[in-house]
Each structure stands twice: as C-alpha cells, then as structure tokens.
T-cell receptor, first 114, second 113 residues
Framework: DAGVTQSPTHLIKTRGQQVTLRCSPKSGHDTVSWYQQALGQGPQFIFQYYEEEERQRGNFPDRFSGHQFPNYSSELNVNALLLGDSALYLC?????????????FGEGSWLTVV | GNSVTQMEGPVTLSEEAFLTINCTYTATGYPSLFWYVQYPGEGLQLLLKATKADDKGSNKGFEATYRKETTSFHLEKGSVQVSDSAVYFCAPSFTGGGNKLTFGTGTQLKVEL
C-alpha cells in the first residue's frame, strides 16, 4: 500500500518564477493538505482540499494556490517566488476532514529559491 | 485562541535514559492530539495519537496521555536509543478546524552512547 508520494523531491528556482509541486495521497484517502516547513521550524498549514475544492486556508498569500483532481491527487502552485519561499513543502492526506482522523505525510519537496 | 507550546530543545540524553518532552495547549474545545517525529532529511511520521481525555497513545516504546485538566500531552519513553535521535512535534487538531494540524516548534532530541 503506497503512502503519500510527492514530486519532485528537490528543485531550485529563481526569484519571480513559478513552481508546481505534486502529491498523490495514500490509497483510499480523499482529503489532501499542504504544509510549508521552513528550516528549523514546525510545519505551517497552507490549505486543504476535499472534493476538488479548497476547504480551509492558512495565512498564506494568494501567490499560493492549489488544485485537487478527481483521483484525489493534488498540486500546489506558487507564483512570483520569493527567497522566503525556500522551504520543505509537505503534502498530507487523510480520509475525510474530521479532526480525529489520522493524517499521513509524504517525504516532502525541498524548494530552494535563488 | 487555540495554540500549542512545546518544550524547547535541543535535548541531549545518554542511551537508556528516560525521556520527557512537554507539550501543552490552549483550546476552546477538546482537540485531538498527535505526536509526529521527523528524522533528518525526511518527512513527518505519525508517532502516536489520542482523541479524547485520559486516552493514552503508545508506539515504539513512546507514550503520551491526554490530560484535559492540565491541557497537556507530554511525550515519554523509558529508555531511549541512539536511533530515537530526531525532531519531535506535538500537533493538536483543534475543534472546528477539520483535520488541520497546528504544530509546535519541535524538540530536537540527540541520544548519545
């Protein structure tokens, strides 16, 4: 049973560029969330998708957008990259959006903005 | 508002020592509580969870009890190993927040021989 898978693993972008990160949830899961983890910090919630709609959003600017596909996979897009966007981006999945449901994380995508 | 406070690290212990990492929260309701572990260069792994008062989560020798009276969820292990060296995160899922996790700052644990 595959867990949460993310791609790419590492990437380097230039300021002002755009990036797309991809996530496949754990088999059977229908809810996908994205988190940003800066070096030495705890992960910060970006947004959550369920039934192809954004259900919750954290305190991130509109440059951060996402999408969920009918097969529950998801993309995170970041436009107009800033140096401060350099971080580990974690995808997490669960079955449903209930607070008691266990959330599983992928290995993350390391983004470096230069 | 809802928040979580976690014991600051780094924590350095000798192998077979007893471990406690403190975690307290402030909440308007009764959150579900999770501990995640992050090994160097990796993503987050669920270590244990508790979803209601007095529940005890346990896994791989680690334990934590949901204490409603003290709004705490301290992580403990009786005898740590070098392989336990990692960063540990306390992460409540607050009522009304769906299953959005709010992470503490993380506690780095280093276990030495």
């Amino acid at each position: 049973d595959a867990g949460v898978t993310q791609s790419p693993t590492h990437l380097i972008k230039t300021r002002g560029q755009q990036v797309t990160l991809r996530c496949s949830p754990k088999s059977g899961h229908d809810t996908v969330s994205w988190y940003q983890q800066a070096l030495g910090q705890g992960p910060q919630f970006i947004f959550q998708y369920y039934e192809e709609e954004e259900r919750q959003r954290g305190n991130f600017p509109d440059r951060f957008s996402g999408h969920q596909f009918p097969n529950y996979s998801s993309e995170l897009n970041v436009n107009a990259l800033l140096l401060g966007d350099s971080a580990l981006y974690l995808c997490a999945s669960s079955l449903g959006g209930g607070g008691r449901n266990t959330i599983y994380f992928g290995e993350g995508s390391w983004l470096t903005v230069v | 508002g809802n928040s979580v406070t976690q014991m600051e690290g780094p924590v350095t212990l000798s192998e077979e020592a007893f471990l406690t990492i403190n975690c307290t929260y402030t909440a308007t309701g009764y959150p579900s509580l999770f501990w995640y572990v992050q090994y160097p260069g990796e993503g987050l792994q669920l270590l244990l969870k508790a979803t209601k008062a007095d529940d005890k989560g346990s896994n791989k020798g680690f334990e934590a009890t949901y204490r409603k009276e003290t709004t705490s969820f301290h992580l403990e292990k009786g005898s740590v190993q070098v392989s336990d060296s990692a960063v540990y995160f306390c992460a409540p899922s607050f009522t009304g927040g769906g299953n959005k996790l709010t992470f503490g700052t993380g506690t780095q644990l280093k276990v030495e021989l």
